[in-house]
């Protein structure tokens, strides 16, 4: 079993930053993708960003030239480093730990941070 918990989250003004944390833990034969997910309520959640294993990443459009997603691999730890929030950022992010046991892959979910962009 794989646990993931995700740290950060907040109430920032617009144009300040926040930075989510998320790690894996428990028995780990090796990840591939960790990411994260955003929901607003009533809304699908949407893909934020994600980083491969060889920190191959992949942006939303939205958020693209203000979001950083990094990862430490030898510690099964990914970071979201957002600059310049907006308040259409306002949601619950969820992060996720894609874990690869060799024949298959099942995704671990984050238990969510909120992050709230208001003035």
């Known amino acids: 079993q794989v646990q993931v918990a995700e740290s950060g989250g907040g109430l920032v003004q617009p144009g300040e930053s926040l930075r989510l944390s998320c790690a894996a833990s428990?028995?780990?034969?090796?990840?591939?993708?960790m990411g994260w997910y955003r929901q607003v309520s009533g809304k699908q959640r949407e893909l934020v960003a994600k980083?491969?294993?060889?920190?191959?990443?992949t942006y939303a459009d939205p958020v693209k030239g203000r979001f950083t997603i990094s990862r430490e691999v030898a510690r099964n730890i990914a970071h979201l480093q957002m600059n310049s929030l907006k308040p259409e950022d306002t949601a619950v992010y969820y992060c996720?730990?894609?874990?690869?046991?060799?024949?298959?892959?099942?995704?671990?979910w984050g238990q969510g941070a909120q992050v709230t962009v208001s003035s």
């Open positions: 980083i491969t294993r060889g920190e191959t990443t």
């Open positions: 996720y730990a894609d874990h690869d046991d060799g024949s298959s892959r099942t995704r671990y």
């Open positions: 428990g028995n780990i034969y090796s990840l591939a993708d």
